[in-house]
């Protein structure tokens, strides 16, 4: 990040005013968007997100003790939490919980988590899709990491992060948005394989192409804990395990016909043909990219879109209704992205067709009485890092 920062400012001028000192240092951990590949990172698959420029800063300074006290503006909210309550899954919940998560997962795995005082502050707007819990716990992670001089190294952070998330919050997500938001890097979209976790940094510039990613806040907010996250994840484990495969990822294209046939459910064959046809986008999203066709991905992610609506049955009016606005307002492509029930929709659109497209989506929305849509124009930045 370059030039004045006034999230970091914010977060600075706050921790003085409650901690009557300035902070050890300050981090900073984006939000993600999804460019494809969705509810495939828990299948071994692949997903391509990108960091946003929206970020969650975590000003900070250790203390002599097990003890941590946390102020999130976002919450308007202070709470404290000791080494008993991080021990504990579960005992801190809320906004609170992700923190007090990153720390059991650093001590459960064997670290020395120093106390601290901290200050968050962030423009990842909740409950859009955009991950800013990931972003949260990623800049706390980072902050606790440095603070305590602890040896991690930065492969291993999202799977620390996931865990945190997993069992202490109780979120059963995939490894993406944790990637994403540590991983990232400015002008690209990261290509993550979910079962090696291996990475790649695949170079995407819209502008360059005469392009932006319209991101579209629906305003029909997720809540992926009410459990249909975790039942389109436990329907997939489960077919998995009737196809004798470790893993979704394992059914290839070629293959799907005969793997569907061999399944007696029709809801769970849908679940199952949206993650495989959803790898096979990915791969081929990559492919165009490394080729420099930004606009030939466009029909992808309308297809991603179609399939997420009528496969996975994770889309809501909202999120459809801007989709097929945007399309009709001459969008190459538009989806979903995120784990669904709400959020946000992308669509790749003509640079000087951002304002036409959004008033296209906001007149839809109009048209069905649904509250007025949020948006903006995102280009790919960096993941989480200590600031100047």
């Known amino acids: ?108 795995a064997g670290h020395q988590v120093p106390g601290a005082r901290l200050t968050v502050v962030s423009d990842v707007p909740p409950g859009a899709g955009l991950s800013s819990s990931a972003a949260l716990e990623a800049a706390v992670l980072t902050a606790l990491a440095d603070l305590g001089r602890i040896d991690l190294p930065v492969d291993d952070r999202p799977a620390l992060a996931q865990r945190a998330e997993n069992v202490y919050a109780g979120m059963p997500c995939g490894i993406m948005d944790q990637a994403a938001s540590i991983r990232c890097r ?26 932006a990613v319209l991101v579209i806040d629906s305003r029909a907010p997720h809540r992926h804990v009410t459990g249909e996250y975790a039942a389109r994840r436990a329907a997939c484990e489960s077919a998995a395990r009737a196809l004798g495969v470790p893993a979704l990822r394992d059914v290839t294209t070629d293959g799907l016909p005969v793997a569907l046939a061999r399944l007696d459910d029709d809801v769970v064959r849908r679940r199952v043909r949206h993650v495989v046809t959803e790898n096979q986008r990915v791969l081929e999203t990559v492919a165009l990219l490394r080729a420099g066709d930004v606009p030939a ?62 008033d296209a989506v906001t007149a839809a929305y109009a048209d069905r009485g649904f509250t007025p849509p949020v948006w903006f124009s995102a280009a790919p930045g960096a993941g989480a890092a200590a600031l100047p």
Not at 189 to 200: G, W
Not at 323 to 340: C, F, K, N, P, Q
């Open 1 to 108: 990040m370059t030039g004045p920062n006034p999230l970091a400012a914010r977060a600075a001028a706050a921790f003085e005013r409650l901690y009557g000192e300035a902070p050890a240092g300050r981090w900073a951990a984006p939000g993600r968007v999804n460019l494809i590949g969705e509810h495939t990172d828990y299948n071994d698959g692949f997903v391509l997100p990108f960091a946003l420029p929206q970020r969650t800063v975590v000003a900070a300074t250790p203390v002599d003790a097990p003890l941590w006290t946390v102020w999130s503006e976002q919450a308007g909210e202070q709470i404290t939490f000791d080494g008993t309550d991080a021990g504990k899954p579960g005992q801190v919940t809320g906004w609170g919980g992700y923190v007090a998560g990153v720390v059991w997962a650093l001590l459960d």
């Open 297 to 358: 991905i466009g029909p992808l992610m309308t297809a991603s879109h179609a399939s997420m609506r009528d496969d996975f049955e994770i889309t809501v009016p909202e999120v459809d209704t801007a989709v097929e606005a945007a399309l009709s307002a001459g969008a190459y492509g538009a989806r979903m992205t995120g784990g669904g029930f709400g959020g946000c929709v992308l669509a790749l659109v003509d640079a000087d067709r951002v304002d036409a497209v959004a």
């Open 186 to 211: 400015a002008g690209h979209a990261l290509f993550l394989d979910c079962r090696s976790l291996a990475l790649e940094h695949i170079p995407f510039d819209a502008a360059g192409a005469g392009l």
